[in-house]
T-cell receptor, first 114, second 115 residues
Framework: NAGVTQTPKFRILKIGQSMTLQCAQD?????MYWYRQDPGMGLKLIYY???????DKGEVPNGYNVSRSTTEDFPLRLELAAPSQTSVYFC?????????????FGSGTRLTVV | SQELEQSPQSLIVQEGKNLTINCTSS?????LYWYKQKYGEGLIFLMM?????EEKSHEKITAKLDEKKQQSSLHITASQPSHAGIYLC???????????????FGKGTKLSVIP
């Protein structure tokens, strides 16, 4: 049981480049989330999805896009990378959006934009 | 505004000492989570609390949720270098966009343990 798998683990991008952070889960969870964590800060929600074909913005969505074509995958797309997007990105999933449901996190992607 | 306030922001303790980290909210806390993170690594789930007055322990770490369900504390007894890292509290807050609960985090507490 792999849980939540994120790729790549590390990436360096040049300003203006684009890339996709991959996230896959094999637990048949309906809800998936993308967070970013800046130094000295907690995690902030970028986008989330309540099921295949349904996505919505979180607290800090600007500069990012997501799609959810399958239950398993929830890629995060960065268009026109900027230094402000240098961060550690975490993907997470939960079975439902109920309180106390529990969340499973991936190991993170460390992105540097230079 | 920060919905979850953690204190202290950082903490340096000598090995063997006890310590407490607090997590406070102005809203009722449902599904209060504690995670640990080592530098450059992912989040390690420690405990989840749901009921007022609930207390859970794992090895030398104890977490409590107060009766009013607005404050949680994480207590480490006889700290060891292996306890060093960033401790994050998270809570399920109702997110109006989807009508579902979303996990919101505090800013974290950085713990250093000096041998």
């Amino acid at each position: 049981n792999a849980g939540v798998t994120q790729t790549p683990k590390f990436r360096i991008l040049k300003i203006g480049q684009s890339m996709t952070l991959q996230c896959a889960q094999d637990m048949n969870h309906n809800y998936m989330y993308w967070y970013r964590q800046d130094p000295g800060m907690g995690l902030k929600l970028i986008y989330y999805s309540v099921g295949a074909g349904i996505t919505d913005k979180g607290e800090v969505p600007n500069g990012y896009n997501v799609s959810r074509s399958t239950t398993e995958d929830f890629p995060l797309r960065l268009e026109l990378a900027a230094p402000s997007q240098t961060s550690v990105y975490f993907c997470a999933s939960s079975y439902s959006g109920s309180k106390g449901d529990g969340y499973t996190f991936g190991s993170g992607t460390r992105l540097t934009v230079v | 505004s920060q919905e979850l306030e953690q204190s202290p922001q950082s903490l340096i303790v000598q090995e063997g000492k006890n310590l407490t980290i607090n997590c406070t909210s102005s809203k009722t806390l449902y599904g209060l989570y504690w995670y640990k993170q080592k530098y450059g690594e992912g989040l390690i789930f420690l405990m989840m609390l749901q009921k007022g007055g609930e207390e859970k322990s794992h090895e030398k770490i104890t977490a409590k949720l107060d009766e009013k369900k607005q404050q949680s504390s994480l207590h480490i007894t006889a700290s060891q270098p292996s306890h060093a890292g960033i401790y994050l509290c998270g809570a399920d807050f109702l997110y109006s966009g989807a009508g579902s609960y979303q996990l919101t985090f505090g800013k974290g507490t950085k713990l250093s343990v000096i041998p």
